[in-house]
């Protein structure tokens, strides 16, 4: 046989063994997709998924703007109590502290292991992809820039060394993702700093920020790094399907990483993901951020008020009868005693911060006028220490204008590599629409109700709620009674 063929025949049996493993491959990965896929989705759209429960559970996706939400709303609305320990921390988390109320954490879906899937009520921020990518490039540059105060990296090791015994605080190197992205841009700033020490220069010219390679990491080459393909890309779609790099499900690594060798079984994944939206209580939009920020208001908020308000009067209620009861032991006691009955009984109770009466006295207005001033305040002090870390990396200057400079065929890969997060930011804008439909329709018709019965006594918005309540228990108790009358009628006969 001429050698031209025989090398031919070869090469044919080498690529039919290749395309019979790469068959195989895929085979087994389809197997293992949909096994996790069919196991973790939830048939059904939980019937009471507007209603709060005991616990709320924040699953904060990284560069949402979620750190608003939690120091603008959520600390307002909830004491320091009823957080949840180390709630960042998952090594060191403890889910089943006593009235836990409040988690917030970048923990994936799979936290939810840990919790009581019926006693909570799940919400998240996501936003648009690319956006998100930009902003986790420059935040991990921003953090790892901050190091370079010291000397070298052994210099930082040691000092991380001597610190971390001393507190009990969580820094962004504990929290995920940070944990990986920022110590990886931290060698990667220091490397291309000692490269320009050793040139002999640290004069560096760059008119475009995402490409300075003398000082950073360009983001061309951020992007396609397996630690980026891993963690960031798609990582909203993971987050919320629970199958990041920080997930409690054993089979998770296994799962992620099939679906990132085979694109075609993300689909599974994101029939998870869409079908977890479904069932949360809040879907917000850093991009609609005053829409979103008022409908979390409104949703979110004004349950957690409800639920407090009607926690005091609960505990008013045991107060009062305790008082009562002691009362009339004291005064069958001075009777037996000869002595004449007096009301000297006194209950003590904790003394409240000015913050904790300012949590038992808040409104939906006032909620979010303290937002206004504590997200203003918030953005000054993230820009001020962007500012003084980022003057370490001269000229290195981030912003909206220097993304614009992007090429396109960048921001064409950056998508491309987010097919998942494009999907599903899509159809949370759905969610989104028809969240804020609902909550209209609710206050267009509580404010039509409240006109009516403006003139009989001026009712506000939380009695005219329990007032329905109370009309529909009514009514199912009709219902329940009616029912089983038929049914003795009919055994009767």
């Not at 044919?12 to 790469?22: R, V």
């Not at 001033?373 to 370490?392: D, F, H, P, Y």
């Amino acid at each position: 046989m001429d050698l031209t063929l025989k090398c031919a025949a070869v090469l044919m049996l080498l690529g039919l063994a290749s395309a019979s493993a790469t068959n195989s491959d895929f085979g087994q990965c389809e197997r293992i997709v949909k096994r996790w896929a069919s196991s973790a989705i939830d048939v059904e759209v939980k019937d009471d998924k507007h209603t709060l429960q005991d616990l709320l559970f924040f699953l904060h996706v990284p560069r949402t703007g979620g750190r608003t939400y939690f120091h603008c709303f959520l600390k307002k609305l909830y004491s320091s109590s009823q957080e949840c320990p180390r709630s960042y921390d998952k090594l060191r988390f403890n889910p089943s502290k006593p009235k836990c109320r409040l988690l917030v954490t970048h923990d994936d879906y799979s936290m939810m292991s840990k919790l009581q899937r019926e006693k909570l009520s799940v919400v998240t921020i996501l936003r648009d992809p690319v956006d998100r990518v930009f902003s986790t490039y420059e935040f991990s540059v921003e953090v790892a820039a901050r190091f370079l105060v010291h000397p070298n990296l052994t210099s930082v090791r040691r000092m991380a060394g001597r610190l971390r015994p001393k507190t009990n605080g969580i820094s962004t190197l504990d929290i995920w993702p940070w944990k990986y992205l920022v110590p990886w841009m931290r060698e990667d700033l220091f490397a291309r700093r000692d490269a320009r020490k050793q040139r002999g220069s640290n004069d560096v010219r760059s008119n475009d920020s995402y490409d300075t390679k003398e000082v950073l990491m360009p983001l061309h080459e951020y992007i396609i790094d397996p630690t980026a393909l891993d963690i960031v890309h798609n990582g909203a779609t993971f987050q919320v399907a629970g199958l990041t790099n920080n997930s409690y499900f054993s089979e998770s690594h296994e799962v992620r990483h099939c679906v990132q060798k085979h694109r075609i079984l993300g689909e599974y994944i994101l029939q998870v993901a869409k079908k977890r939206l479904d069932n949360m209580l809040y879907v917000g939009l850093t991009e609609d951020h005053r829409e979103s920020a008022t409908m979390f208001a409104n949703v979110v908020g004004a349950q957690v008020i409800s639920q407090l308000e009607a926690s005091n009067s609960s505990m008013e209620s045991i107060t009062d009868n305790k008082s009562a009861q002691i009362s009339s032991f004291s005064a069958a006691e001075d009777s037996i005693n000869g002595r004449e009955s007096s009301s000297i009984d006194h209950i003590e109770s904790e003394n409240s911060t000015d913050a904790e009466a300012d949590k038992e006295n808040m409104t939906v207005e006032k909620l979010m006028g303290g937002y206004e001033s504590c997200i203003s305040n918030l953005r000054k002090a993230q820009s001020q220490r962007r500012t003084n870390s980022l003057k370490r990396i001269s000229p290195v200057q981030f912003s909206k204008e220097a993304r614009r400079q992007v090429p396109e065929v960048v921001l064409q890969q950056i998508r491309s590599l987010n097919n998942l997060d494009l999907e599903l930011y899509k159809y949370a804008q759905v969610i989104f629409r028809k969240q804020h439909e609902n909550s209209l329709q609710k206050l267009s018709s509580m404010e039509r109700l409240e006109n009516m019965f403006s003139d009989s006594g001026g009712f506000t918005h939380w009695e005219l709620t329990f007032a329905f309540s109370i009309v529909i228990i009514f009514l199912v108790a009709i219902v329940f009674v009616n029912a089983r009358r038929r049914r003795t009628s009919k055994v009767k006969m």
